[in-house]
Antibody, heavy 122, light 113 residues
Framework: EVQLVESGGGLVQPGGSLRLSCEVS????????MNWVRQAPGKGLEWISY????????YYADSVKGRFTISRDNAKNSLSLQMNGLTDEDTAVYYC???????????????WGQGTLVSVSS | DIVMTQSPDSLAVSLGERATINCKSS????????????LAWYKQKPGQPPMLLIH???TRESGVPDRFSGSGSGTDFTLTISSLQAEDVAVYYC?????????FGQGTKVEIE
């Protein structure tokens, strides 16, 4: 059974930092690209970052570029998101999502974790 | 960025009746080199993560009931639930994966009338 479990969320002050993790099981992690998608309370979905299997291709949404860093450790079946310079607009549930990559096609999210809540407030 | 706009924002349908959700993209998501529309639909039930229902505009994911169907091409797409069931109450999102940033519609909430 495919499982993705996020952790690391919590309450942080504006300007602060947080590191999210996503532990996966039930599939060969090193064979799949991964993503982070967030959802502000009561709002819609926003894709924020993508990382390829070997970390050689990384994308960010403009809203997080320069502040967030995605990374992965294939030996530990783990995906991470380092978040710096947090603002109240970053308050959201953060989901890790597996990418359904076929050939050159990326950006479909076929398995999701349950999400971890990040709250930015003073 | 490609802006995805869904309509309506919400709809209430009687059990067993048809539900139709529209999605319009600000530019075509049809890739001419392979004649495929880079459009997906997700379902999100309250308190749960989204679930991929349909990709390539009309290809159902394994295990998705056939009452769910996707149609359209270019900039205009539709998700149809042919006979609404209680378990279909959710928010539905369209999503383009043609170009980054990959973007979602604002969501359409489907309820039972």
């Amino acid at each position: 059974e495919v499982q993705l479990v996020e952790s690391g969320g919590g309450l942080v002050q504006p300007g602060g930092s947080l590191r999210l993790s996503c532990e996966v099981s039930g599939f060969t992690f090193s064979s799949y690209s991964m993503n982070w998608v967030r959802q502000a309370p009561g709002k819609g979905l926003e894709w924020i970052s993508y990382i390829s299997t070997t970390s050689n291709t990384i994308y960010y949404a403009d809203s997080v570029k320069g502040r967030f860093t995605i990374s992965r450790d294939n030996a530990k079946n783990s995906l991470s998101l380092q978040m710096n310079g947090l603002t109240d607009e970053d308050t959201a549930v953060y989901y890790c999502a597996r990418d359904r990559t076929t050939g050159n096609t990326r950006g479909r999210f076929d398995y999701w974790g349950q999400g971890t809540l990040v709250s930015v407030s003073s | 960025d490609i802006v995805m706009t869904q309509s309506p924002d919400s709809l209430a349908v009687s059990l067993g009746e048809r539900a139709t959700i529209n999605c319009k993209s600000s530019q075509s998501v049809l890739k001419s080199s392979n004649n495929k529309d880079y459009l997906a639909w997700y379902k999100q039930k309250p308190g749960q993560p989204p679930m991929l229902l349909i990709h390539w505009a009309s290809t159902r994911e394994s295990g998705v009931p056939d009452r769910f169907s996707g149609s359209g091409s270019g900039t205009d797409f539709t998700l149809t639930i042919s006979s609404l069931q209680a378990e279909d109450v959710a928010v539905y999102y369209c999503h383009q994966y043609l170009t980054t940033p990959w973007t979602f519609g604002q969501g359409t909430k489907v309820e039972i009338e």
